[in-house]
């Protein structure tokens, strides 16, 4: 089983020993934090591979805090959401790797924490894809646009394209890209699934209104439409094979509402 170092960040006494208790169980460093001022520069430190982040902590909203940690850190972030009416699409958008619901159900969390790290990697070099105007740099976490503008790209935004482009110019269903993804039933994850692209388009997308790369098919899923470009420096773009993404694609599944 993967171990990894974990920061809980949660007022509750109660809860944060709860947590801590059935994380180390399981092998993993914990460390806590109950004010939300302590919450970003501890989850910056780089110090850790998760951070646990109770959405009710006071001081603080806590997508205020996803924000702020995201423009500085690659920290993983699992929001645990104790209000119901915040949205987990709200969380995704804000930096969140993932979101538990209330009532928090604990083998969920751990489930959900071993999935996160299974995908942790080192940055490799050479995962690069040279396309028409950009490049994607797979190792960096990085787009790299004209006249060299950089957009960097969120854990969950890195590991979506690497699935598409593991895949390049093969469809891919909704749930079946979901799943290779959160690591649970895709199902779930689609609505998850469709603001990750879109967060996409709009850094990789010389248009996102009218999307050259990511393109959708139509009641069934994305494509990832890799265009053949010479380069002398990184020669023809090819596709990256991925553990996570080597499944066949599925057609079986064709929702009527997705987008």
Known sequence: MNTGRILVANEEVRERREWRLALEIEGHRVDEVEAASDV?????????????LDSEIRGAESYELCR?????????IIVLNGDRTQSPIDALNAGADDYVPAPLVLPEL???????LRRLTPSGKGRQILLQDRAIDLGAHKVVGPVDQVVHLTPKESSVLECLIAH??????????AQAVWERDGQGEVEFLRVVIQQL?????????????????????????????????LGPPRAIKSRRC???V?????????Q
């Not at 970003?40 to 646990?52: E, M």
């Open 40 to 52: 970003v520069p501890a989850a910056c430190s780089g110090r850790y591979d998760i951070l646990l």
């Open 68 to 76: 702020a940690i995201r423009s500085r850190s690659e920290v993983r």
């Open 110 to 116: 751990l489930a959900r924490v071993r999935a996160i």
């Open 168 to 177: 390049a110019n093969q469809p891919l269903a909704h749930h079946n890209l």
């Open 201 to 233: 388009r709009r850094k990789l997308e010389p248009d996102p209104g009218r999307p050259r790369y990511i393109v959708t098919e139509r009641a069934f899923g994305y494509r990832f439409q890799l265009q053949p470009v010479v380069s002398k420096s």
């Open 246 to 248: 080597s499944s066949p």
């Open 250 to 258: 599925d057609r079986s599944d064709t929702p009527a509402t997705a």
